[in-house]
């Protein structure tokens, strides 16, 4: 299959300031609910969300938890330079938040002409007594390279950003983060840290929506990948070819893939657990044709989709990858992913999908084109007359995939 012809300017439409949700409703789940099947679209709310799934089916959460980003520094003459720390340098995300001492960082810098050369930033954390010192000691593709040092040995980076940091809400809120943020921009079982956006599609989920599912014997999958900043970047070339994909670190356990191998109908929350489910097909049917596991630093190319016409059943990948984990004894694995998935995209693991309204010309929008078979525009037109609030605080729809 080659790489489809996709024109960006053809993932554009007008979204009005006033059509995006800028704070939380009050109740997760009183958001509102689209659900698109068989060319139709309707109206429930997420707390019936269980009334539209299949007894006995499979639902997947990414379970990555949002870290404080964003570290301010004000300076003496007000001026103020920010730091959003995208990933680390080496290593995954969790790795980087437990060091001690030390971590290197990509961040996206404001205010970087305020930051006067080979000066550094400091900070004294009242709290502990402890202070913290950033440098800035290069650039590569994604952004600055600022290593942070601090002076108690028992804090970890992730202590650090707890006191430090602030929660790195999207910049169209056109808003500081404040307290409501702190819990409401993470998912209510986010439990490992390294995400810098959120999987916003699991922000609507409560313990009585997981409950609902678990009465209609729906089992619950959790798998992490940690969302980068990359995920909402804007799609400037004029063919979505010609985008670079961003990489984001993906963490699977032998029980996830078992899950998947043994369930014929899969609902993944979030485009993030979409991408997290199709790559582990891609991966894991490499895995197979070397019949060897990859290192834990490999990275999934982009177009691998598009490049391999095999579309081998995915009860059988996922069940040849669980033995050959079993045979290495090997519990949990680690790779990155640059997959990237346009329209003409054939699923092989995904049945439904719940996701947010997302922004015009972006990568996301493509993935919902390529999920409804070409429909997106019905789908978001039906949201914008119907009074749908858009984007991470937004409301949400229910996609069903369609094999014929």
Known sequence: MQIPVVYTEDYNYSLPQEKIAQHPLAERDSSKLLVFREGVCETTFYRQIADYLPENSLVVFNNSKVIPARILY????????????????TGTPYEALQQHSTSIWTCMIGGLKKWRKGSELQWHLKQTDCIVNASLTGQNENGFEV????????????????QLGQMPIPPYLLRKADQEDAERYQTVYATIEGSVAAPTAGLHFTSQIISSLKQKNIDLAYTTLHVGAGTFKPVNAALA??????????????????????SNQITCVGTTSLRT????????????EEQALLSHDYVLPQFIAYENEEHVPKDIVFTKFHELLLKEHVERILFKTELMILPGYSMRVASRLVTNFHQPKST?????????????????EYALKNDYRFLSYGDGCLLEWEEK
């Open 74 to 89: 004000v300076k003496e003459t007000s001026g103020v330079i920010e730091l959003f720390c995208l990933e680390p340098l």
């Open 147 to 162: 290593s942070f040092e601090w002076t108690d040995p028992d804090l970890t980076f992730a202590d650090i950003l707890q």
């Open 241 to 262: 070819r010609d985008h670079v994909m961003h990489a984001e670190w993906v963490e699977i356990s032998r029980e996830f893939v078992d899950q998947l191998s043994s």
């Open 277 to 288: 489910v199709e790559s582990l097909y891609w991966y894991a049917l490499h895995c197979i």
């Open 364 to 380: 996301l929008l493509m993935l919902v084109n390529a999920f409804t078979k070409g429909k997106w525009k019905c789908v978001y």
